[in-house]
């Protein structure tokens, strides 16, 4: 009964995550390419709104501010754990202007690689203003932005 309990716990859980996911029935028209396409879009600019004044605190244009690094940088881990969810399905095929190049699609697991550094860095972020590390805080901002940096050199079209 309890192994019964627990498979059937396991499917619905299962399932549950897969509903979860932005795009699991897949893109079979280009207006849902153009909503993917959209929403992916919406995550990177929510990506950039957090970045903006991190990237202003390490040239030193605002103040120092921890608690900002630590708020900003818990946002950003869960915007960057939705960057494999968003770009589940293939858009290539469609003819929706995007700033990905066809080689997301191609290397899906490095691009994936490459959000979870991301994430990585964001979390660095928020460990270094907890422990009120200001000697390097603008180390863990650069941090972050050269993962953003990494990324876009392979698979964003200038
Ligand atoms: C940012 C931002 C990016 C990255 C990138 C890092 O603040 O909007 O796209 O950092 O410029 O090189």
């Not at 901002?141 to 079209?157: E, L, S």
Request: charge should be neutral.
């Amino acid at each position: 009964m309890k192994k019964i309990g627990l498979s059937i716990c396991c499917v619905l859980a299962l399932s549950v995550s897969t509903f979860a996911h932005s795009d699991e029935h897949g893109v079979k028209s280009e207006k849902q390419a153009k909503t993917a396409i959209q929403f992916r879009k919406a995550v990177f600019q929510l990506i950039r709104s957090n970045m903006g004044p991190l990237g202003a605190m390490a040239k030193g244009n605002i103040p120092y501010d921890p608690a900002l690094m630590e708020e900003n940088g818990e946002r950003m881990v869960q915007l960057g754990m939705m960057i494999g969810d968003y770009f589940h399905a293939d858009t290539s095929s469609f003819k929706v202007p995007s700033d990905a190049k066809d080689s997301v699609w191609t290397n899906k697991a490095d691009f994936i690689a490459k959000s979870e550094d991301f994430i990585a860095a964001a979390q660095n972020l928020q460990n270094v203003a907890a422990a009120k590390d200001e000697d390097n805080y603008r180390k863990a901002i650069g941090g972050v932005g050269g993962t953003c940096k990494a990324c876009h050199d392979d698979y964003k079209k200038d």
